[in-house]
Structure formats: structure tokens, C-alpha cells
């Protein structure tokens, strides 16, 4: 009896600890196709081999999420693009009436006019020039997200292409009477990216700082490549800062301004391998660049 009862409890031990196995063998199959299935492009769904109904349950409910979150993807995508394409064509639509009315303005100011109109035409053409000025920075948008710009990496020197930046916005920012603090370090930074990219994410920080400085600027490069820009913005609020990079945001300090030379610059640094990001401390806006490439190349040369 007692050994009939041993065999009985041993069948059993052998028949939950085979069930255990199957069981645990499934799940970690099942975790290895979630994971293959979130990190491709791919609509290859989760399979299960095992007979277990828990298993299966757990496979069915996987697959009917990852559906549901291809289906969500595409629909992201396909609207992603085609804001894109609108965008590259409002701002090509806009670009040629543009022209035609800064034509009819260079014959009208030849004429003739009473004082009155000729200050009509000075403020048509300078809401013209500001509406210019939109275009253009919506056009550079547009062919910016269109194009591979920010991937070709070659050496670069990060404190000389700064220098640069801030010396080709000097005059404009001495004229709002910024005169900027600058720390670079002394030894050259070395990195492989985008030269071009990273002159434009520059001169766009830069932009952003004429536009909500309350009348300062500190630029600091440290040995690793980052580097933190930082001005005094008491107009702008916690919740600004967290929408800065978002396209077409910009708040009222802004002025004339479609709110995409941070999200331009965004684009660009994360094509590059950084990353980029703002916050308030106090009434201060910093805007700071990091990089997650490996450590820089660094010369005394």
C-alpha cells in the first residue's frame, strides 16, 4: 500500500515538474518573440508550442496588443508623413505669392504717393518681410525633415564650430544688448558628427536665446563635447519650457516665429547621436546638448 502510494505521489511530483518546465520553457519563449516583435519591423505575432491554456491565454492577449500597437504605429507614421508633405507644400505654395508681392511693392514705392499711402506701403512690407521670414524658416523645416541631414559624421571640431555660431550671431546679439559669457575649453573637443548640423543647431539655440533673453547669455562647452546655454527668461513658464521643442510651439516673447528652430535643432542632435534638452532654474532657461557617442577625441594641436 505505502509503496503504491509513493508511486502514485512520484508520478505525480514527475507529471507537475514536466508541467512546471513546459510552462516556464513557454514563458521564456514567449518573452524572447515579445521582445524580437517590439524591436523589428515586423507583423509576425507571438507563437506558443506549448499546450498549456495559461500559456496561450497569455500568448493571444500579447498578440492582440501588439495589433493594436502596429495598427497605432502605422496610423503615427502615415500621419507624420503626410504632415511633412504638407508642410513642404504650404511652404513652397506660400513662396511664390510672396514674391509677386514683393514685386508689386519695389513698382508701387517708384510711384508717386501721398504720405499717407507711403506709410501704407512701409507697414505692407514690413508684415510682408515678417511673413517672409515664416516662410523661409517653415521651407528650411521642410527640407530639413525630408532630407538625411545630421547623418554625415566626420571629425569635428565642437568648440570651433561654437565659436563660429556665436561670432556670426554677434552683432544681432550686441545690438538687443546681450554680450554673451563664453567658456570653451582650451583643448580641442574632437567628435564624429555632422558639421553642418551642428553649425544649425547652434545658430538656432542662439536664435531662441535673441528671442527670450531678458539681456544675458552663457554659453559653457565642458571636455566632454556638451554644452549648456543659459539666459535670464522671466516671461517664460515651466510648462513653456517643456513644449520649447515642440513643432510649431512658441509663446507670445516669441514675436514673429513658427516655434521650429528648437524642434529643427532637436532633430538634428538626436540624428547625431545626442540628445537635447531644456529647463527652468529660477528665472533662468538653460538649454543644454549632451552626447551619447563614445567618449570625444580630445588634442592639444
Same mark, same amino acid.
Given at each position: 500500500?505505502?509503496?503504491?502510494?509513493?508511486?502514485?505521489?512520484?508520478?505525480?511530483?514527475? &507529471?507537475?515538474?514536466?508541467?512546471?518546465?513546459?510552462?516556464?520553457?513557454?514563458?521564456?519563449?514567449?518573452?524572447?518573440?515579445?521582445? %524580437?516583435?517590439?524591436?523589428?519591423d515586423?507583423?509576425?505575432?507571438?507563437?506558443?508550442?506549448?499546450?498549456?491554456?495559461?500559456?496561450?491565454?497569455?500568448?493571444?492577449?500579447?498578440?492582440?496588443?501588439?495589433? %493594436?500597437?502596429?495598427?497605432?504605429?502605422?496610423?503615427?507614421?502615415?500621419?507624420?508623413r503626410?504632415?511633412?508633405?504638407?508642410?513642404?507644400?504650404?511652404?513652397?505654395?506660400l513662396?511664390?505669392?510672396?514674391?509677386?508681392?514683393y514685386?508689386?511693392?519695389?513698382?508701387?514705392k517708384?510711384?508717386?504717393k501721398?504720405?499717407?499711402?507711403?506709410?501704407?506701403?512701409?507697414?505692407? @512690407?514690413?508684415?510682408? %518681410?515678417?511673413?517672409?521670414?515664416?516662410?523661409?524658416?517653415?521651407?528650411?523645416?521642410?527640407?530639413?525633415?525630408?532630407?538625411? @541631414?545630421? !547623418?554625415?559624421?566626420?571629425?569635428?571640431?565642437?568648440?570651433?564650430?561654437?565659436? !563660429?555660431?556665436?561670432? &556670426?550671431?554677434? &552683432?544681432?546679439?550686441?545690438?538687443?544688448g546681450?554680450?554673451?559669457?563664453?567658456?570653451?575649453?582650451?583643448?580641442?573637443?574632437?567628435?564624429?558628427?555632422?558639421?553642418?548640423?551642428?553649425?544649425?543647431?547652434?545658430?538656432?539655440?542662439l536664435?531662441?536665446?535673441?528671442?527670450?533673453?531678458d539681456?544675458?547669455?552663457?554659453?559653457?562647452?565642458?571636455?566632454?563635447?556638451?554644452?549648456?546655454?543659459?539666459?535670464?527668461?522671466?516671461?517664460?513658464?515651466?510648462?513653456?519650457? &517643456?513644449?520649447?521643442?515642440?513643432?510649431?510651439?512658441s509663446?507670445?516673447?516669441?514675436g514673429?516665429?513658427?516655434?521650429?528652430?528648437?524642434?529643427?535643432?532637436? %532633430?538634428?542632435?538626436?540624428?547625431?547621436?545626442?540628445?537635447?534638452?531644456?529647463?527652468?532654474?529660477?528665472?533662468?532657461l538653460?538649454?543644454?546638448?549632451?552626447?551619447?557617442?563614445?567618449?570625444?577625441?580630445?588634442?592639444?594641436l
Open positions: 500500500m505505502l509503496w503504491g502510494l509513493c508511486v502514485i505521489f512520484g508520478a505525480l511530483a514527475a &507529471g507537475f515538474a514536466a508541467k512546471y518546465f513546459s510552462l516556464r520553457k513557454s514563458v521564456k519563449n514567449i518573452s524572447r518573440d515579445l521582445a %524580437e516583435r517590439l524591436d523589428e515586423t507583423n509576425a505575432l507571438i507563437s506558443v508550442d506549448s499546450g498549456d491554456s495559461a500559456a496561450r491565454a497569455l500568448a493571444d492577449e500579447l498578440n492582440r496588443r501588439l495589433r %493594436e500597437l502596429k495598427r497605432l504605429e502605422r496610423q503615427y507614421i502615415n500621419g507624420d503626410d504632415l511633412k508633405e504638407a508642410v513642404t507644400n504650404i511652404s513652397h505654395d513662396r511664390t505669392p510672396l514674391t509677386a508681392i514685386g508689386y511693392l519695389e513698382l508701387l517708384r510711384e508717386e501721398p504720405e499717407r499711402v507711403e506709410r501704407y506701403i512701409s507697414l505692407i @512690407e514690413n508684415r510682408t %518681410e515678417a511673413m517672409k521670414r515664416l516662410t523661409e524658416e517653415l521651407f528650411r523645416y521642410s527640407v530639413i525633415i525630408s532630407s538625411n @541631414e545630421g !547623418e554625415a559624421a566626420e571629425p569635428t571640431d565642437i568648440g570651433a564650430v561654437l565659436e !563660429e555660431s556665436i561670432a &556670426g550671431l554677434y &552683432g544681432a546679439l550686441t545690438e538687443r546681450i554680450l554673451p559669457e563664453i567658456s570653451i575649453p582650451e583643448e580641442k573637443v574632437i567628435k564624429n558628427l555632422d558639421r553642418e548640423a551642428l553649425a544649425r543647431v547652434f545658430g538656432n539655440i536664435g531662441n536665446a535673441l528671442k527670450y533673453s539681456g544675458d547669455l552663457s554659453v559653457v562647452m565642458l571636455n566632454d563635447g556638451s554644452v549648456e546655454f543659459s539666459n535670464t527668461a522671466k516671461n517664460l513658464s515651466g510648462v513653456d519650457v &517643456g513644449k520649447l521643442f515642440d513643432r510649431f510651439f509663446v507670445e516673447a516669441a514673429n516665429s513658427t516655434g521650429l528652430g528648437l524642434a529643427i535643432a532637436k %532633430e538634428l542632435t538626436e540624428r547625431m547621436g545626442g540628445s537635447i534638452g531644456a529647463e527652468m532654474i529660477g528665472d533662468r538653460a538649454v543644454k546638448i549632451s552626447w551619447n557617442s563614445p567618449a570625444p577625441q580630445i588634442s592639444n
